[in-house]
């Protein structure tokens, strides 16, 4: 598996040890949804595109454009920073 960034395991850290509740309260004005930090969170974790198809019943092509749309929003253009 590929080395996280420290960004990228400062964000996974305060998604997996946060409070819903609170996540909900300080993401009121983020770009991005909770389905979307969802797939963020499999992603890092470093599941493939066919676990992720599976899990959110999407295609595999669908998965790919709505990873282009995550890092559209958050102005990144590098999806490979999720995992590394």
Same mark, same amino acid.
């Given at each position: 598996?590929?080395?996280k960034s420290p960004a990228v395991n400062?964000?996974?850290k305060?998604?997996?040890? %946060?409070?819903?509740?609170?996540? #909900?309260?300080k993401l009121e004005d983020s770009p #991005?949804? #909770?389905r !979307?930090?969802?797939?963020? +969170? !499999?992603?890092? *974790?470093g599941l493939s595109l066919t676990e992720l198809s599976a899990k959110y019943n999407l295609t595999p092509s669908a998965i790919s454009k709505w990873k282009r749309k995550v890092c559209e929003k958050?102005? %990144?253009f590098d999806v490979a *920073?999720? +995992?590394r």
């Open positions: 598996m590929c080395k400062y964000v996974f305060k998604i997996s040890t %946060t409070s819903k509740s609170e996540i #909900l309260q #991005l949804s #909770l !979307d930090i969802s797939l963020m +969170k !499999d992603l890092i *974790n958050l102005h %990144t *920073n999720f +995992k």
